[in-house]
């Protein structure tokens, strides 16, 4: 075992998260809580759309045993996390208007801040400066990196295991540099909430004896999932005590960031809001392209693994910071370029299949596994 790290905490964490899907699966059809399928939903089946709710029951199971300390900032995380998961659900069940749920995430933010203490202070760091601080505008910047951050998870939810994957391997990252910090608050926060989504995928990924998921995080679990890694990213790189660069907390998350960043601005430009739904996003085009749901969580969760690494290996070689935060500017940049003709994106991922393929070959599946639970 590494040394630092809370190990049974994490475990018991994981083993509610798991208990409770199990417990809440039977239950979805009474309780209504149920994704059907219509519009861009894809998915085959009714499914219970619980996965949220059991995650935020291991966080919280966990913290009132007393196993982690319940402190103010504790209570804060579990407050916000709370309330995000509760508005989730309304969301799930009625499909509340972006005016009701953008509010409901800022006042997440504040908690965070307010009660919390958790907030961007700094960014100096991002462009190779010693000191930048914020001021006045630190509230209101941390604010909208929060809200981006659990809109990014959740358009990133559109298939069987992508957004959990992401997630699962943005944490390990997460907790494997506060380890390396020396920041085992991080790392503990990391590996317990990793174990939490590590426990929601065995319902939500798909198995050779399983052509379909059983369960759906909903737009509850995706809020509570990107407040996560808002809370985790901040507290990582605003410790004066261990430093570590937002910039490499940026690539953590490049694949929800970079798409939610490049549809946002395509919707702009074209005067549609931002909030509305469409099929443009990553996930839909690599489904066109011939990517089943599970080889796109892998090959999405290995891009951002490898990236993360390399990024932070380069840190240790003293590549400086703005030259890492262009790549990553350069690389939205790219993908807006690849994505404004569809087909040329299409031409572009099959290349990519290609590729996946000769180092996975392709099995052969029902044509309900092909489809992906468009969220």
Same mark, same amino acid.
Request: glycine share 8%.
């Given at each position: 075992?590494?040394a630092g790290?809370d190990w049974?905490?994490?475990?018991s964490?994981a083993?509610?998260?798991?208990?409770?899907?199990w417990?809440l699966?039977?239950?979805?059809p009474?309780l209504?809580?149920l994704?059907?399928?219509k519009?861009?939903?894809d998915h085959?089946h009714? &499914?219970?759309?619980?996965?949220?709710?059991a995650?935020?029951?291991?966080v919280?199971?966990?913290?009132f045993s007393s196993?982690?300390?319940m402190?103010q900032?504790?209570i804060?995380?579990m407050?916000? *996390? *709370?309330?995000?998961?509760?508005?989730g /659900?309304?969301d799930?069940?009625?499909d509340?208007s972006?005016?009701?749920?953008?509010?409901?995430?800022?006042?997440?933010?504040?908690?965070m801040?307010?009660v919390?203490g958790?907030?961007v202070?700094?960014?100096?760091?991002?462009?190779?400066?010693?000191?930048?601080?914020?001021?006045?505008?630190s509230?209101p910047?941390?604010?909208f990196?929060t809200?981006?951050?659990i809109?990014?998870?959740?358009m990133?939810?559109g298939a069987?295991?992508?957004a959990?994957s992401?997630v699962?391997?943005?944490?390990i990252?997460l &907790?494997?540099?506060?380890?390396?910090?020396?920041?085992?608050r991080?790392?503990?926060?990391?590996?317990?909430?990793?174990?939490?989504?590590a426990?929601?995928l065995?319902?939500?990924?798909?198995?050779?004896w399983?052509?379909?998921?059983?369960?759906?995080?909903?737009n509850?679990?995706s809020?509570?999932?990107?407040f996560?890694?808002?809370?985790?990213?901040?507290r990582?790189?605003? *410790?004066?005590?261990?430093?570590?660069?937002p910039?490499?907390?940026l690539?953590f998350?490049?694949?929800?960031?970079m798409d939610?960043?490049?549809v946002?601005?395509?919707?702009?430009?074209?005067?549609?809001?931002?909030?509305i739904a469409?099929?443009?996003?990553?996930?839909?085009?690599m489904?066109?392209?011939?990517?089943?749901p599970m080889r796109?969580a /892998?090959?999405?969760?290995?891009v951002t693994?490898?990236?993360?690494?390399?990024v932070g290996?380069?840190?240790?070689?003293?590549?400086?910071?703005?030259l890492?935060?262009? /790549?990553?500017?350069?690389?939205?940049?790219?993908w807006?370029?690849? &994505?404004g003709?569809?087909e040329?994106?299409?031409?572009?991922?099959?290349?990519?299949l290609?590729?996946?393929v000769?180092?996975v070959?392709r099995?052969t599946?029902?044509k309900?596994?092909?489809l992906?639970?468009?969220?």
């Amino acid at each position: 075992m590494i040394a630092g790290l809370d190990w049974p905490v994490a475990l018991s964490a994981a083993a509610v998260t798991w208990f409770v899907q199990w417990l809440l699966h039977p239950l979805a059809p009474r309780l209504n809580l149920l994704d059907y399928p219509k519009g861009r939903k894809d998915h085959a089946h009714p &499914t219970p759309i619980t996965g949220g709710l059991a995650m935020l029951a291991g966080v919280l199971v966990v913290g009132f045993s007393s196993l982690i300390p319940m402190d103010q900032s504790a209570i804060a995380f579990m407050s916000a *996390s *709370s309330l995000l998961v509760v508005v989730g /659900l309304l969301d799930d069940l009625y499909d509340l208007s972006w005016k009701l749920r953008i509010p409901a995430q800022v006042v997440a933010a504040l908690i965070m801040i307010y009660v919390g203490g958790v907030q961007v202070e700094q960014i100096g760091p991002v462009f190779g400066l010693g000191e930048l601080s914020l001021g006045v505008l630190s509230m209101p910047f941390t604010v909208f990196a929060t809200v981006g951050l659990i809109n990014a998870i959740n358009m990133s939810d559109g298939a069987d295991g992508l957004a959990g994957s992401l997630v699962l391997t943005a944490l390990i990252m997460l &907790t494997a540099a506060g380890l390396y910090s020396g920041n085992l608050r991080v790392a503990n926060g990391g590996m317990l909430l990793a174990g939490v989504v590590a426990a929601f995928l065995t319902f939500n990924f798909r198995f050779p004896w399983r052509d379909k998921a059983k369960t759906f995080m909903g737009n509850a679990g995706s809020a509570f999932l990107g407040f996560v890694i808002a809370w985790l990213a901040f507290r990582l790189t605003q *410790s004066p005590e261990h430093p570590v660069n937002p910039v490499l907390a940026l690539w953590f998350v490049m694949i929800p960031v970079m798409d939610c960043l490049v549809v946002m601005l395509r919707r702009l430009r074209v005067r549609q809001s931002p909030f509305i739904a469409d099929r443009n996003h990553m996930h839909h085009m690599m489904r066109d392209a011939g990517f089943g749901p599970m080889r796109k969580a /892998l090959v999405l969760s290995l891009v951002t693994a490898l990236c993360g690494l390399l990024v932070g290996e380069a840190m240790r070689w003293d590549v400086p910071y703005p030259l890492l935060l262009a /790549l990553f500017v350069l690389m939205c940049a790219a993908w807006y370029w690849v &994505t404004g003709k569809r087909e040329r994106a299409i031409r572009f991922l099959r290349r990519v299949l290609a590729l996946t393929v000769l180092v996975v070959p392709r099995r052969t599946v029902k044509k309900s596994d092909e489809l992906d639970s468009v969220a």
